[in-house]
């Protein structure tokens, strides 16, 4: 299977400030298709994850353009500028391009 | 709007099956799989499986298989999820998750708490 690395594990954000989290997975996530399936979700406490970013680079319907998904291959990163307050949470990033799918273990931003 | 509703919390005992439901509102049900996600504290999120909401294809990722258990009603756009031979370790959060045309998970149902304890 795929292994997703997220790093760091916890990030601690001043609101309005910003920061960015890496994800690494174990193989090259360029589909046959030429497509890279990797996405990017925020788990907000005691709610259902929800989606940002996917194909590596695209703001899901909704997502404020404060996040940004950047990245190629087995290298990824999720910017997030002007953080406020709804933004804490977990954040994961998906593989969708190898079965079977996977996530990283999530990245914690929580509040300075 | 798109909706999954999923069934709720369930308290099992080891050995004992348990079938989750599933109900899609807002959408043609057959036009996008479901797939089905595992969250527990320790293992994080682990994908299941998922099903072609249309032929009722299948696929499981193999840790799963002979675990779960994926069909769906089209008559009342509902999946299913049967989870057997339950043990400690299938406890977690279960949830369904829709697919969309650029892959990933755009909709994800509210999530089901399985408990398995003597």
């Known amino acids: 299977d795929v292994v997703m690395t997220q790093t760091p594990v916890s990030l601690s954000v001043s609101l309005g400030g910003q920061t960015s989290i890496s994800c690494r997975s174990s193989?090259?996530?360029?589909?046959?298709?030429?497509?890279?399936?990797l996405y990017w979700y925020l788990q907000k406490p005691g709610q259902s994850p929800q989606l940002l970013i996917y194909?590596?680079?695209n703001r899901f319907s909704g997502v404020p353009d404060r996040f940004s998904g950047s990245g190629s291959g087995t290298d990824f990163t999720l910017k997030i500028s002007r953080v406020e307050p709804e933004d804490l949470g977990v954040y994961y990033c998906?593989?969708?391009?190898?079965?079977?799918?996977?996530f990283g273990a999530g990245t914690k931003l929580e509040l300075k | 709007q798109v909706q999954l509703q999923q069934s709720g919390a369930e308290l099992a005992k080891p050995g004992s099956s348990v079938k989750i439901s599933c109900k899609a509102s807002?959408?043609?049900?057959?036009?996008?799989?479901i797939s089905w996600i595992k969250q527990t504290t320790g293992q994080g999120l682990e994908y299941v499986g998922y099903?072609?909401?249309?032929?009722?294809?299948?696929d499981y990722n193999e840790k799963f298989k002979g675990k779960a258990t994926l069909t769906v009603d089209k008559s009342s756009s509902t999946a299913f999820m049967q989870l057997s031979s339950l043990t400690p370790d299938d406890s977690a959060v279960y949830y369904c998750?829709?697919?969309?045309?650029?892959?990933?998970?755009?909709?994800w149902g509210q999530g089901t708490l399985v408990t398995v304890s003597s």
């Open positions: 998750a829709r697919s969309n045309s650029f892959g990933g998970f755009a909709y």
């Open positions: 807002g959408y043609t049900f057959t036009t996008y799989y």
């Open positions: 099903i072609n909401t249309g032929s009722g294809g299948t």
């Open positions: 193989q090259s996530l360029v589909h046959s298709d030429g497509n890279t399936y």
């Open positions: 194909k590596v680079s």
């Open positions: 998906y593989q969708g391009t190898h079965y079977p799918y996977t």
